[in-house]
């Protein structure tokens, strides 16, 4: 068994630096995405996401 | 994406997944049964698009007594779908869903997707059941809730998941919203800081 993850307050500030930005990026793709679906025709977008949706 | 945002109603065709055809097939039995409903929550963004999954459908239905309720049970039974919660529609009605538990519904033998149902009984449930839109798609229609609310509420929420509903809804749908109403709606339930962060900033 391990010792444990030890963080140093550095550490912890650069998680959360790191969350923030990972919570930007997925907002710029909902963004991205969203652009993409309102000029996509539907049988093309719901193909896609039914990949996804039907696994 | 092409659809008829008119009077409250959104029309629109595209393939369907296996998720909307057995919402379909579920809502199709709360409407011969005649109850009233709306579907709230995450599938709304899903079946705008929205790029997960999920593993329940939230309903609100209508409050109904005990003889509606058994007619509803038997039919759903009739339509290969079974409760997740309890197999007696006595324990059902009195120890769940009148007692402002969630019942849910899955298809016989499975667990998931399911349908998870309540009675309609705060202010924001009876909002939502009353203010319903009207969506066919591919001419089959289902209740879901005012897409202000359901933006307004995804922000209440808090989750990273209902953020991003929030945000993909208003990305879609903002040329067709009632902006009005969506601050309104962000004033009662106070999560104006949130919008200006998530719905109108950069997240």
Known sequence: ?55 | MEFEFRHGKIKFNRELSNLDKLTIRFTKVLKRQKIDYVIISGYIAILFGRSRNTEDVDLFIEKIDKKRFFSFWKELGEEGFECVNTSNPDDAYDSYINDELALRFAVKGTIIPNFELKFSKTKYNIYSLKHKVEVSINNEIINTSELEMQIAFKLKLGSEKDFEDARHLYKVFKEHLNIGLLTSHMAELKVEKRAEKILWGKG
């Open chain 1, 1 to 55: 068994m391990g010792k444990g993850l030890k963080l140093t307050k550095k550490d912890l500030k650069e998680l959360e630096k790191e969350i923030a930005s990972n919570r930007k990026q997925r907002m710029e793709f909902i963004d991205m995405y969203a652009e993409w679906l309102k000029k996509t025709p539907n049988k093309v977008w719901s193909r896609q996401q039914n990949k996804l949706l039907n696994k």
